[in-house]
């Protein structure tokens, strides 16, 4: 069934122009070199520290390694974290 | 939640096994966090609006959690809303300006004596003079000729006595018995001032002696008193006697003179005096007639070391008028007989006998006939 609902999502995102992180419940990333990411349509704050940074996601975690890193704004979509990333992982 | 002030975050630091899911909880229930900064494996530092700061006092357990407040709020917050002063300095001054503002107003005029006609007739003069209800607040000299003025004006007025309180004023009016001097009855005849021939008569009470076109020298009895000849019925003879009067006039006409006008209305112009010292915005004008009156500043019941002057000037112009036509020559010989003659007599003839012309001004030697009452009163003798 959840297989049968993901493709309809998947036919609707392609076929219907529509953004596919709205319909498909991803989130957003958006990053300013390597100095500034903006994750939206995340799903909670799981560990952070200096070096790294994960957040869940609908479909495992994002991890986020580098140096300094801050939470900018915490907001319960959305996360700004600011630092020196070296490196942005997903993990299922 | 809406846009946080940013100067109404508080710094906390969490301490715990897991303050993610701490932090994590407080956002789920709508408050954000700002600025999460590690510090060590255990603590970081987070930025929270105060309600989240109540909500973490409540569920810190539930995380294992203790968090401790970097800064004292209320302080910090002072601190922060830097632009803060400025609105209550404004205010202060506003205050201060409400104050001053109300310092030199009249606040209220009473009127204490006197009958309610004499009272209202003060309260006109009053407002004219400017002593009313939102005006300006008077200087002690302005208070000496407002009562003067009021002596002037106000003819059953005795006593006017003017008292400030603060910016209230209590006018004392006492009023006087209008003397009305006693109806002459004592018995007089009229006789002539002049000689003339009369053309006119209106007797009220009287004998008259003479008739119209009769030629009356100086010092005869025109109308007399007895209305008997040899009677004892004596009146105040009354009544008036138009005759026609010779004159000779000579005058002393200039040619040429100056004169300055007065502009009859005021500008009004306002200065500033600071400490007895500085002058701002002083009008100058030297050559103009200029009438200054000085109203100082309270503060509540302090005089402050300014002063408003305000200034009405009249402009004075200098004219200067060549008389060489004999039209202007005409003009100036009626006024100069009226000056001389008194402004009622009514001038049926005048003829110039001989006229001498200087180099700035002319003689006239004038022949003048006038029609003038010519009546005079003269006590009769009682003394029989």
């Avoid at chain 1, 992180?21 to 958006?30: A, E, Q, S, V």
């Avoid at chain 1, 990411?37 to 799903?43: A, K, P, R």
């Avoid at chain 2, 607040?137 to 208070?143: E, G, N």
């Avoid at chain 2, 049926?348 to 001498?356: A, D």
Wanted: glycine share 6%; hydrophobic share 35%; net charge negative.
């Amino acid at each position: 069934m959840s297989q049968l609902s993901k493709r309809v999502k998947r036919w609707l995102s392609d076929q219907g122009q529509l953004p596919k992180d709205i319909i498909l419940d991803y989130p957003r990333i958006t990053m300013i070199g390597q100095i500034h990411i903006y994750i939206e349509n995340h799903q909670g704050l799981r560990h952070f520290s200096s070096d790294q940074v994960i957040v869940n996601q609908s479909n495992g975690r994002i991890v986020i390694n580098g140096r300094e890193l801050v939470i900018k704004n915490l907001l319960r979509e959305d996360i700004v974290v600011e630092g020196h990333i070296d490196a942005v992982n997903w993990e299922a | 939640m809406g846009m946080m002030n940013q100067y109404d975050l508080m710094t906390v630091t969490i301490t715990g096994e897991q303050p993610e899911a701490f932090i994590q909880s407080i956002v789920d229930r709508g408050y954000p966090v700002y600025g999460v900064k590690r510090i060590d494996d255990s603590s970081l530092f987070v930025k929270v609006s105060p309600q989240a700061i109540r909500l973490m006092k409540q569920t810190r357990r539930a995380y294992h959690c203790s968090i401790l407040l970097q800064e004292k709020p209320r302080l910090w917050r002072f601190y922060h809303h830097k632009h803060q002063w400025i609105s209550y300095s404004f205010g202060v001054v506003l205050v201060c300006l409400v104050i001053v503002l109300l310092s030199n107003v009249i606040w209220r005029v009473d009127i204490v004596g006197g009958s309610p006609e004499l009272r209202y007739d003060v309260r006109q003069s009053l407002n004219e003079l400017g002593l009313k209800q939102g005006e300006w607040v008077f200087r002690q000299d302005d208070l000496s000729r407002v009562e003067r003025e009021l002596m002037n004006q106000i003819e059953e007025l005795a006593y006017v006595g003017l008292s400030q309180e603060g910016s209230s004023f209590t006018i004392t009016v006492e009023e006087t018995d209008v003397y009305e001097p006693p109806l002459n009855e004592e018995p007089v005849n009229l006789i002539a001032k002049q000689t003339g021939v009369i053309q006119s008569m209106f007797i009220e009470t009287g004998r008259p002696l003479v008739r119209i076109h009769d030629t009356v020298n100086k010092g005869d009895v025109l109308v007399s008193g007895e209305l008997e000849e040899e009677g004892d019925v004596q009146v105040h003879a009354e009544g008036e006697v138009i005759a026609d009067v010779w004159y000779r006039v000579q005058a002393s006409i200039p040619l040429d003179y100056r004169y300055q006008t007065v502009e009859q209305k005021p500008s009004t112009k306002y200065s500033l005096t600071l400490f007895d010292n500085w002058n701002l915005f002083k009008p100058d004008r030297p050559d103009d007639l200029i009438h200054t009156s000085t109203r100082p500043v309270y503060f509540l019941d302090w005089q402050l070391p300014v002063s408003i002057h305000r200034h009405q000037i009249h402009t004075i112009t200098d004219q200067q008028t060549e008389f060489n036509l004999d039209e202007q020559l005409e003009r100036e010989i009626e006024e100069q007989l009226k000056r001389q003659l008194g402004s009622s007599i009514d001038v049926t003839y005048q003829k110039v006998l001989h006229e001498e012309r200087d180099s700035d001004k002319v003689n006239l030697d004038m022949f003048i006939k006038v029609h003038e009452n010519i009546v005079q009163e003269q006590k009769i003798n009682q003394g029989d």
